[in-house]
T-cell receptor, first 111, second 114 residues
């Protein structure tokens, strides 16, 4: 049931780009993206609500394809501060509502 | 300042003891959640509450209990029945329990069983 993220981990040099994918076996109506630094709480990055929607936040953007039940997070010209674990999250209804997070992607940016 | 507070930040417990983790929010959010995170792992839902005096079990509720007597507060009790309680516990809240509502997290409580 948990959305699967890929890759599981990625190492980048400063200035390089990365793509993180989130795939669900269930229908997605919205997707949230969060970043968690080591030992800290997850911090909300952005929400995508409509099929095919793209949003941007500084040099981080995301897309959402309802038909494919997928969302992707794009990090361009990565900075050291982008290091952390990225999670997608979504609400699911199977009897009762609950919110679930993806498997997570660990991203490390090196100088 | 609006936000979510959790206390304490670090908690040590002896085996066999119950312990209660505090979570308070002043965002006027209806929904609140408790998650457990083990090292290098994702977040797993323990309990959630959509409204005062109501709560639902998540994926790993065994050995935990909660109450929601006030909108602002959602304490989590880790009982002695929880076999492996050492973990990072995160509380979150959202405007409502809707798929479109963003969850905002507190700073977390790191529980260690000695």
């Amino acid at each position: 049931q948990q959305p699967v993220q890929s890759p599981q981990a990625v190492i980048l040099r400063e200035g390089e780009d990365a793509v993180i994918n989130c795939s669900s076996s269930k229908a997605l109506y919205s997707v949230h993206w969060y970043r968690q630094k080591h030992g800290e709480a997850p911090v909300f990055l952005m929400i995508l609500l409509k099929g095919g929607e793209q949003k941007g936040h500084e040099k981080i953007s995301a897309s959402f394809n309802e038909k494919k039940q997928q969302s992707s997070l794009y990090l361009t010209a990565s900075q050291l501060s982008y290091s952390g674990t990225y999670f997608c999250g979504t609400g699911v209804t199977s009897g009762t509502y609950k919110y679930i997070f993806g498997t997570g992607t660990r991203l490390k940016v090196l100088a | 300042d609006g936000g979510i507070t959790q206390s304490p930040k670090y908690l040590f417990r002896k085996e066999g003891q119950n312990v209660t983790l505090s979570c308070e929010q002043n965002l006027n959010h209806d929904a609140m959640y408790w998650y457990r995170q083990d090292p290098g792992q994702g977040l797993r839902l323990i309990y959630y509450s959509q409204i005062v005096n109501d709560f639902q079990k998540g994926d790993i509720a065994e050995g935990y209990s909660v109450s929601r007597e006030k909108k602002e507060s959602f304490p989590l009790t880790v009982t002695s029945a929880q076999k492996n309680p050492t973990a990072f516990y995160l509380c979150a809240s959202s405007i409502s329990a809707s798929a479109a509502d963003t969850q905002y997290f507190g700073p977390g409580t790191r529980l260690t069983v000695l």
